[in-house]
């Protein structure tokens, strides 16, 4: 099969809608495709050739994460979440730079988030980490590479393209968590641990991959997890990171965790600072007493066509920050953006 260096792994659970938007994209490719559906009912589909699909209902989406693993042929994988849009052209963009690069364990390019917005069906997006292109850990210390990115905002670092061996690193991390207790936080930050300490990390200058606008439900606070301590919780997950950091770096346990206690200091320095710039925004009635006075003043169509605008000039300011007056970036771009928006709105 053409384009067998990388295989796609999507999970889904009762979300038929976003599941069978995500089949009818990667069935007009030739990659590899493995889906673990834990919805309680199967999806009744054509399923195209080149995708594998597992009805997997009542299992946990790590279960189904490590079965598709184990079917993984390929040198390189990528986790593509059901709601989620790769752009090809951006995808074996950051495969080849791997492929040149055999030190790094991982690299992505950028995101945007869209939201789709009805009647007139037009899709918003904004860009997330903008500022992010070129953004690198490539200190030739695991334990540097960790607490740098541990101490960047981006928590995404799961969904970068990697190699087969980090995600089964990655996946140890989580060996024995009850993840029915588990925070979100806790699965994305595990792969900083499995991806740093085998490897060198890099943000490309690329379009890379659309996410839909979506707010976590029910999902649990990193700290609040932490604080729980519980053996089948944070304690474990604790004892996990020491075996990965002794096995796969030489650490001492000593310095394991001492590297530890820094990392995880530096993401609830990360989470208090988010928390207070959104207290900060919410109780800012200035800006709250201006939008009242231009509702007033304005129609509810003016409104609409401003924020339109709005978001127009802002999405292509961020282009030109992200890729300046590189071409084919803008080339890559456009032909990956017109594909997911034709699949966003089939």
Not at 15 to 36: M, S, T
Request: proline fraction near 3%; aromatic fraction near 14%.
């Amino acid at each position: 099969m053409a384009n067998a260096m990388i295989t796609i792994l999507i999970f889904s659970y009762n979300r038929p809608y976003h599941l069978e938007k995500a089949i009818n994209y990667w069935g007009k490719f030739n990659y590899p495709v493995i889906i673990a559906d834990g919805s309680s009912a199967p999806l009744i589909k054509k399923i195209p050739k080149n995708i594998e699909y597992l009805h997997r209902p009542g299992t946990g989406f790590l279960e189904r994460i490590r079965e598709m693993s184990e079917k993984v042929k390929t040198s390189y994988i990528v986790l593509n979440p059901d709601d989620d849009f790769i752009g090809v052209d951006g995808l074996q963009f950051t495969i080849d730079f791997l492929n040149k690069n055999p030190d790094y364990s991982s690299a992505q390019g950028l995101y945007t988030r869209y939201e789709k917005r009805e009647p007139q069906g037009y899709i918003y997006s904004h860009w997330d980490y903008s500022y992010a292109a070129n953004y690198s850990h490539v200190d030739l210390s695991a334990e540097n590479r960790i607490l740098a990115a541990m101490s960047h905002p981006i928590m995404h670092y799961c969904y970068s393209v990697m190699k087969l061996d980090c995600l089964v690193r990655a996946l140890r991390i989580l060996d024995g968590i009850d993840e029915s207790s588990m925070s979100v936080s806790t699965f994305e930050i595990s792969f900083i641990y499995g991806l740093m300490s085998h490897g060198k990390y890099t943000t490309l200058p690329v379009f890379y991959m659309a996410r839909e606008l979506a707010i976590r439900q029910n999902d649990i606070a990193f700290d609040d997890w932490v604080d729980s301590n519980s053996e089948s919780g944070y304690a474990q997950w604790r004892s996990n990171i020491f075996q990965t950091l002794d096995k796969d770096c030489g650490m001492s346990l000593l310095r394991s965790a001492k590297i530890i206690d820094q990392s995880i200091g530096l993401i609830f320095d990360g989470l208090h600072a988010k928390r207070i710039a959104i207290n900060a925004a919410v109780k800012d009635n200035k800006i709250k007493s201006l939008k009242k006075i231009i509702k007033s003043t304005l129609s509810t169509a003016c409104l609409n066509n401003l924020h339109l605008i709005y978001f127009k000039l802002n999405f292509f300011r961020c282009l030109y920050r992200m890729f300046g007056t590189d071409i084919r970036a803008y080339i890559l771009f456009f032909r990956d953006w017109s594909r997911i928006k034709s699949a966003i709105r089939d």
